[in-house]
T-cell receptor, first 114, second 110 residues
Framework: DAKTTQPTSMDCAEGRAANLPCNHS???????VYWYRQIHSQGPQYIIH???NNETNEMASLIITEDRKSSTLILPHATLRDTAVYYC???????????????FGTGTRLTIIP | NAGVTQTPKFQVLKTGQSMTLQCAQD?????MYWYRQDPGMGLRLIYY???????DKGEVPNGYNVSRLNKREFSLRLESAAPSQTSVYFC?????????FGPGTRLTVL
């Protein structure tokens, strides 16, 4: 399974863009990059995923480098409610039915500063 | 929609006791998962179910059993609890590219 490397913690000022980096240098050509976050002790929440193109949704943008060895999650206007642990995950399919293994590392603890 | 629900929210067991953690989803998802999260760690997959009637082992299945009772429900059983099973347990269901997680069950084994 491809490993991911993230900074342990980051701070970001409220209202600014939060840029969370992730290294996944051993990713295979057909493996997706996923981002989830976990607010306090709640269950993780899906944010976004991508294969090789940049992606954007209502929550965030995902920038994947051309060689696919790293990516950056961007929260465009961070709010206090974005304080959470953010997990960068390389998804592995584990069945022919589309079941996936999401290997959660220790993530990046993002703190939004008022 | 309640999404994914889990019961109980908290449980304290003595070593050797058994219990079943319940999980239900109302989103008509085929796939369901059980994870555990130890303090300061990420989640690890215990078991998963691709559809009603099927279950498969994940990364850390030892000491656990599961039942996919129907499409809605996926239970996790500890037959003889050990202190090493003290953890927060999350259930999830999925469709396409997104897993939806429940609020978790915090289990302490003394």
């Amino acid at each position: 399974d491809a490993k991911t490397t993230q900074p342990t913690s980051m701070d970001c000022a409220e209202g600014r863009a939060a840029n969370l980096p992730c290294n996944h240098s051993t990713i295979s050509g057909n493996e997706y990059v996923y981002w989830y976050r976990q607010i306090h002790s709640q269950g993780p929440q899906y944010i976004i995923h991508g294969l090789k193109n940049n992606e954007t949704n209502e929550m965030a943008s995902l920038i994947i480098t051309e060689d696919r060895k790293s990516s950056t999650l961007i929260l465009p206007h961070a709010t206090l409610r974005d304080t959470a642990v953010y997990y960068c995950i390389v998804r592995v399919l584990i069945s022919n039915f589309g079941n996936e293994k999401l290997t959660f590392g220790t993530g990046t603890r993002l703190t939004i500063i008022p | 929609n309640a999404g994914v629900t889990q019961t109980p929210k908290f449980q304290v067991l003595k070593t050797g006791q058994s219990m079943t953690l319940q999980c239900a989803q109302d989103m008509n998802h085929n796939s369901m998962y059980w994870y555990r999260q130890d303090p300061g760690m990420g989640l690890r997959l215990i078991y998963y179910s691709a559809s009603e009637g099927t279950t498969d082992k994940g990364e850390v299945p030892n000491g656990y059993n599961v039942s996919r009772l129907n499409k809605r429900e996926f239970s996790l059983r500890l037959e003889s609890a050990a202190p090493s099973q003290t953890s927060v347990y999350f259930c999830a269901s999925s469709v396409s590219h997104e897993q939806f997680f429940g609020p978790g069950t915090r289990l302490t084994v003394l």
